[in-house]
C-alpha cells in the first residue's frame, strides 16, 4: 500500500525558508510516476507548486517565481520542498501527492498534509 | 497564466443530477481531472482523463470535456457527495486548479 508523510515545522518565521519531506513508502520513488507539492491556504483552494517529473525533469509554479525547489532522494525514497522568503501568504496545508506519469492521468496518492503556519 | 474557472456552489437535491463545470480557454484541447474534498481531509481522485472513473468511484459519477467545458456529473447525488471538487488541468507543464466548487445537497 502507497503511503506518504509529510514532515517538517510547522511555525517558519517570515523572510525564512520553509523546508519539508515526503517520506514514501510502499512504491519506489525511481519506479516511475511524477512526485507533487501541492498547498492550500486555511479556507481556500488548491495550488500546484511544483513537481518532480518521470522525465528526471522538475517543473515549477510561476507563480512562487524562483522561490521554490523540489529534491528527490532515491536512496532514502524520498522528496522534499524548500520555499524561501516566505510570508504569511504562504501559510497553507501542504500536501506531497503522487501523480501517474501519463498525461491527465491526476494524483492517486496524497499525504494527510501538514499545516504550516508564517509568524513571528 | 492559464485559469480555469469553476461555480462556487452548486445545490441539488438528493437523487437529482449535479453538474459542475470548469472553463477554460480550449480546455477540451488538455485533459481534465476531477477532485473530491471534504472538510478535514486530503483531496481524493474521481476524475480523471476527461471521462475515466479512478477503483472505487461510484457510477453516478461521471466526466466529460469539449470546447472551453469540462463537466463532472453526479447523477443520483446522494448526501456523502456533499463537499468541494476541484478541476484540474496542465498547461506548459503547470498544474492549475479551479477555485473549488462547493456542492450542497439540500
Known amino acids: 500500500q502507497v503511503q506518504l508523510q509529510e514532515s517538517g515545522p510547522g511555525l517558519v518565521k517570515p523572510s525564512e525558508t520553509l523546508s519539508l519531506t515526503c517520506a514514501v513508502s510502499?512504491?519506489?520513488?525511481?519506479?516511475?510516476?511524477?512526485w507533487d507539492w501541492i498547498r492550500q491556504p486555511p479556507g481556500k483552494g488548491l495550488e500546484w507548486i511544483g513537481g518532480?517529473?518521470?522525465?528526471?525533469?522538475?517543473y515549477y509554479n510561476p507563480s512562487l517565481k524562483g522561490r521554490v525547489t523540489i529534491s528527490v532522494d532515491t536512496s532514502k525514497n524520498l522528496f522534499s520542498l524548500k520555499l524561501t522568503s516566505v510570508t504569511a501568504a504562504d501559510t497553507a496545508v501542504y500536501y506531497c501527492?503522487?501523480?501517474?506519469?501519463?498525461?491527465?492521468?491526476?494524483?492517486?496518492?496524497w499525504g494527510q498534509g501538514t499545516l504550516v503556519t508564517v509568524s513571528s | 497564466s492559464y485559469d480555469l474557472t469553476q461555480p462556487p456552489s452548486v445545490s441539488v437535491s438528493p437523487g437529482q443530477t449535479a453538474s459542475i463545470t470548469c472553463s477554460g480557454d480550449?480546455?477540451?484541447?488538455?485533459?481534465a481531472c476531477w477532485y473530491q474534498q471534504k472538510p478535514g481531509q486530503s483531496p481524493v481522485l474521481v476524475m480523471y482523463?476527461?471521462?475515466k472513473r479512478p477503483s472505487g468511484i461510484p457510477e453516478r459519477f461521471s466526466g466529460s470535456n469539449s470546447g472551453n467545458t469540462a463537466t463532472l456529473t453526479i447523477s443520483g447525488t446522494q448526501a456523502v457527495d456533499e463537499a468541494d471538487y476541484y478541476c484540474?488541468?496542465?498547461?506548459?507543464?503547470?498544474?492549475?486548479f479551479g477555485a473549488g466548487t462547493k456542492v450542497t445537497v439540500l
Open positions: 482523463q476527461d471521462n
Open positions: 518532480f517529473f518521470r522525465s528526471g525533469n522538475t
Open positions: 484540474q488541468a496542465w498547461d506548459s507543464n503547470t498544474g492549475v
Open positions: 501527492a503522487r501523480r501517474g506519469a501519463a498525461a491527465g492521468t491526476g494524483v492517486d496518492y
Open positions: 480550449k480546455l477540451g484541447d488538455k485533459y
Open positions: 510502499g512504491y519506489s520513488i525511481s519506479s516511475g510516476y511524477c
